[in-house]
């Protein structure tokens, strides 16, 4: 090795030293002047001998070539949001369902209970980034994006000071992914914005907005001129081990040389968790950078894998915000907007207010309930508060400055985009033999997709990320599209040509090869997206997700009667009604229809899941009937009795006084029930539909044919280590087995990892089978899953 190699590594170890002290440890050793000295001989070394320059030198931080555009980034493991708390009950009814999730003892008047240990730390108001190490060093850096995809900027986290290009010590994990925030501190954004201002550039409306777009800059010569910091605050995809604590995991970060906060506490119990709260709500404004709120963990990684996840936060972690900014201002007018569904919703114009580092013009109104609520009138004066990047909200009417020529607020009667009638929503509510009407609180356009704004919104679901996931179809292009009479509905889109789509603005000849490429890609969804993407009232991903799964087809999801929908889990009444509706729709089917015909062909459709087959019993169908005063026990009696429907429809008086224990009350009700045509009728159509779909109490009983679990009932709990709980679930029910949140006499196998509490008690007090993780992945080994 020559003379001036040697001294290349040897100026860059010191300086990733002096960086380490000076960014993470605040403990600098040297001035400033001596690290200028240091860093410029290497620089100097390094342009001598260009041949040694290596990417995670302390020198390459400058910013390369602008790029054209970021790429994309797939998170192997998702970054998640987090659930909030606004009051300090929010806080105490998190730390009871965490508690309650790790079957911990509750307290009572002659104890207090288990305490939960939580890490603590600020939160920073910047934009969650994720880091790449291989081998220690630095290989990629990307914005969280959606949670499931982000952007490449790995060329710009480079050019922050505290990133470490190479962790510091040894023993790190292979590939160690960390997650935290990128911010800029309160002196920072002010030099920043005094820099802009005079050389005429861009100011910037806060620290939060700042960092943001001095991140995501294509060109990272910009982003290494701006005084941006990093500071982690967890961990995605390790190859490797880890402490087993949130506090631990943090600290040995902190010695490979990644900055974590200096706030980070561990706070036993919810209580020592709102000391904490208020500590660093009353030094807040004292600290050097701008907070929202404060994170709370449950400090086990284990108890953090038993918890699990939302659809989309953990149930181990909350945000804990601070209350919200507030400012007056007037109210200028209310307008209108309409949603997919046809909801006419107003929207608060406001005089432009700073509330909170943001400029502010309008705010949410929610509903007409809220606008009554609030008594508020065009020319009122308001408190508008915002909390961190919530929507700005109403929050109170200063009644004492009210104008004489203040207006009130009207709902229009024609929809403001089509002109078509505004509805007021009716409230059904279902229960023991009657229907009761009342007025929702939601009003909606009836004019369906014949309405702009409507048709824009459903197109705009129906080709989202989650849906069909048309790349290309922004919300500009979908707005293009209809403003020009080019697609009416979904179907339309399988209809565009070359000619009509390359004349558009913002489009060229790839792009729009590219665009018409992903529209027939579409072409081919599973039936769980394209339920989904149909936009049903009140259906998402998981009951579009049930909705496959269970009937196994669009034709029998179309045909399906709202009391067949409810025998399917977390379905009730409500949605149920929805669906139906949906489908019972003219236009709606016609739209399905054109879908069809164009070339939409459904993926994984089948028959009814064996789950289904011949669930529904006799006493149960009695039950849903809703008949006064005939509930589950008559309703068994009465299954016993006679064992049909028909039997049921027919008994008169002489046969009801043959029932055990049925009163003279419920039977005349059952009689007065079945003797009015219609609900005979009603429910021979039901019983009719469940026999079809083969979900009869008379239907054959089926197995999973080929799924070797198939009928078995399996449980989940403590901390899985090789693979998630979620996984784990997904590769059982692949399997064909049903995956239970308890234990019972029917369970079959208990999956019982490190930490399992009183659900492995009660499978050892009932005898049912115990696998810990090892065995549980040589029982899937043995039915051919791998991981």
């Keep these: 090795m020559t003379d001036a190699a040697t001294r290349i590594l040897q100026l860059r170890a010191e300086l990733d030293q002096h960086n380490h002290r000076y960014y993470v440890l605040d403990e600098p050793s040297i001035p400033d002047a001596e690290y200028d000295r240091l860093f410029n001989e290497l620089k100097a070394l390094e342009a001598a001998n260009p041949e040694l320059v290596s990417a995670d030198s302390p020198t390459q931080r400058v910013g390369g070539s602008a790029l054209s555009a970021f790429g994309e980034v797939r998170h192997e493991v998702p970054m998640l949001s987090l659930g909030n708390a606004f009051e300090e009950a929010d806080l105490l009814d998190f730390d009871r369902r965490v508690r309650e999730g790790l079957d911990l003892p509750a307290g009572d008047l002659f104890g207090g209970g288990v305490d939960v240990e939580y890490s603590c730390e600020p939160k920073l108001d910047g934009l969650a980034v994720s880091l790449l190490y291989e081998q220690g060093k630095l290989v990629r ?51 920043l914005n005094a820099s802009q201002a005079e050389s005429g550039g861009k100011t910037f409306a806060n620290p939060r907005n700042a960092a943001a777009g001095s991140l995501r800059q294509l060109d990272s010569k910009i982003t290494a001129s701006r005084p941006l910091e990093f500071c982690c605050y967890g961990v995605g995809r390790v190859e490797g081990e880890l402490p087993a604590t949130q506090v631990g995991m943090l600290q040995q970060l902190k010695v490979w040389g990644l900055p974590i906060s200096r706030e980070l506490k561990l706070a036993k119990g919810a209580h020592e968790c709102l000391d904490y709260y208020r500590d660093i709500g009353e030094r807040r404004q004292s600290l050097a950078y701008e907070i929202d709120g404060v994170v709370f963990k449950v400090n086990s990684i284990g108890q953090q894998r038993e918890l699990g996840f939302r659809a989309r936060e953990p149930r181990w972690a909350i945000a804990h915000k601070f209350p919200a900014s507030e400012e007056l ?85 024609q929809c403001p985009v089509c002109g078509s009638a505004v509805e007021r929503t009716q409230l059904v509510k279902r229960s023991k033999g009657k229907e009761t009407l009342s007025e929702g609180s939601v009003y909606r356009c009836v004019g369906r997709l014949a309405c702009a704004a409507q048709l824009k919104q459903a197109i705009i679901h129906y080709v989202s990320r989650r849906a069909l996931d048309i790349e290309g179809l922004g919300d500009k292009i979908v707005e293009q599209l209809v403003d020009t009479g080019l697609i009416t509905s979904p179907a339309d889109l399988y209809t565009l040509t070359y000619e009509q789509v390359v004349v558009l603005e913002g489009f060229a000849d790839l792009s729009t090869r590219n665009l018409l490429a992903s529209i027939a890609e579409s072409k081919r969804p599973s039936l769980a997206r394209f339920i989904y993407a149909l936009g049903i ?17 669009l034709t029998r999801i179309q045909a399906a009667l709202p009391e067949v929908l409810t025998w399917l889990p977390d379905v009730g009444g409500e949605v149920a009604h929805e669906i139906h509706s949906f489908f019972e729709d003219e236009h709606n089917r016609t739209v399905i229809g054109l ?106 009983k089926k197995q999973v044919e080929g799924l070797p679990l198939a009928g078995q009932t399996w449980v989940l709990t403590g901390t899985l280590e090789v693979m998630s709980r979620d996984v784990a679930k997904d590769k059982l029910e692949g399997l064909g087995a049903k995956v239970a949140g308890s234990v019972s006499a029917k369970t079959h196998c208990l999956v019982a990892g490190p930490g399992a509490g009183s659900k492995l008690a009660k499978a050892s007090e009932l005898g049912v089978k115990v696998l810990d993780e090892a065995q549980f992945l040589a029982a899937l080994a043995g039915y051919g899953v791998t991981l």
């Design 141 to 191: 850096g990307a914005t969280r994006g959606d949670g499931s995809t982000g952007e490449d900027i790995s060329a710009n986290v480079r050019t922050i000071r505290n990133v470490p290009l190479k962790l510091q010590g040894e023993g790190w994990p292979a590939v160690l992914e960390v997650r935290g925030e990128v911010f800029m501190s309160k002196a920072g954004f002010e030099r």
């Design 329 to 413: 201002t007037e109210l200028l007018d209310v307008e209108f907007q309409v949603g997919r569904t046809g909801a006419v919703t107003p929207v608060a114009r406001l005089k432009p207010v700073k509330v909170a580092g943001v400029m502010v013009a309008n705010a949410t109104l929610h509903n007409m309930d809220e606008v009554a609520r609030l008594g508020l009138m065009i020319g009122d004066t308001v408190i508008i508060r915002r909390a961190g990047d919530v929507i700005p909200q109403v929050m109170q009417v200063v009644l004492e400055r009210r104008p004489a020529d203040a207006r009130p607020v009207h709902i229009p009667e």
């Design 537 to 553: 009232p009140d259906v998402g991903e998981e009951t579009a997700k049930l909705l496959a799964r269970a009937l196994g087809s």
């Design 595 to 700: 879908l069809r015909e164009r070339g939409v062909e459904l993926q994984e459709e089948g028959e009814l899941h064996a789950e289904f087959a011949a669930c529904t019993t006799l006493a149960g169908f009695i039950d849903k009937l809703n008949i006064p005063f005939i509930a589950a026990t008559g309703a068994e009696k009465l299954a016993s009795r006679f064992g049909s429907l028909e039997g049921i429809i027919a008994a008169d008086w002489l046969d009801l006084r043959q029932v055990e224990r049925l009163n003279e009350k419920a039977a005349r009700s059952l009689r007065d029930f079945f003797d009015k045509p219609e609900n005979a009728a009603r429910a021979r159509q039901v019983e009719t539909q469940l026999r079809d779909f083969g979900m009869h109490w008379e239907s054959e």
